[in-house]
Structures are given as C-alpha cells and as structure tokens.
C-alpha cells in the first residue's frame, strides 16, 4: 500500500524478483511513479482506492497474499492498514515502514514487522564516514537547519 517514494520503489525491486505486485494508491500522480511496462504486462498491477478500507484490501486480492506492505508517508495510515492485513484478514507477513519510535514499539508488539526510516537513513550515513575519512583530509562538518 502506497506508491510514493518508498511504496513504487519497492514495488519495482519486489516485481523486478519477479513476485506479483498489487498497488494500493488513492493518488494518481503517485501511482505514475510505477512502471506503466509492468502494469501493461500484468506482472503488477493498481487498485485506485484507499488501502487501509477492507475494500481496497479485498480488491486488491488480500486474500491470496502472502505479503502486506504498508508503505505511505503516515504511520497512523500504515498502522491501521497493517493491523487490518494481520488480524482480519490473516496475512502472514505484514510490514510497515515508520516514522516514530514509540509507533514501531507499538506495532511491533502487535506482531507486525516495521522498519525505522530514519534510523536506516542514520546508520548508513555513519557508516560511510570511516570510509569518507580515509579519502579525504578534512573533517566532516555537521551543518545545524
């Protein structure tokens, strides 16, 4: 669920290992994003609808899906589309991606697997810097916005 940044990327990746893919995304601009050859070929496919309805999530053949992905920019959005995937309609794998720690403790005692963006983002940028270090002769700089 969801086609933005995050959601199409991941659409892309999980399609290109060539699983199946329903999009859920109420918004047309973000569901250009997609990659209209995958969709014209049937190896992904859209449902023009909010995805955290029961509605969406049926449309879109919950039913049969191994995987749920909740990945908009909302973590109350994700969160209530994820706990319908797992408690109603039973999907083993449901995952989410959030913005605020105290959420991710919340739905991970919910049994719903979740990723910290910003700690992802965090860790990665410091582990480049031994290596940016090592190339270069001036200190790093952390500017304050």
């Known amino acids: 669920m969801g086609a933005g940044n995050l959601g199409s990327s991941l659409a892309r990746k999980i399609s290109g290992m060539g699983h199946r893919v329903t999009v859920i995304e109420n918004?047309?601009?973000?569901?250009?994003q997609l990659p209209r050859g995958r969709i014209e070929s049937g190896a992904?496919?859209?449902?023009?609808?909010?995805?955290s309805?029961?509605?969406?999530?049926?449309?879109?053949?919950?039913a049969e899906a191994d995987v749920f992905?909740?990945?908009?920019?909302?973590?109350?959005?994700?969160?209530?589309?994820?706990?319908?995937?797992?408690?109603?309609?039973r999907v083993d794998q449901v995952l989410t991606a959030v913005k605020e720690e105290s959420t991710r403790s919340l739905y991970d005692s919910l049994g719903i697997i979740t990723i910290d963006k910003t700690s992802i983002a965090s860790e990665q940028l410091a582990g480049l810097l031994p290596e940016m270090q090592e190339n270069q002769e001036t200190p790093v700089k952390q500017t304050e916005q």
């Open 53 to 62: 309805t029961g509605a969406a999530m049926i449309e879109a053949g919950i």
């Open 27 to 32: 918004d047309p601009r973000a569901v250009s």
């Open 44 to 51: 992904m496919s859209v449902v023009h609808r909010d995805g």
């Open 69 to 89: 992905i909740a990945a908009t920019g909302k973590d109350s959005l994700n969160g209530l589309a994820a706990q319908r995937a797992k408690t109603i309609f």
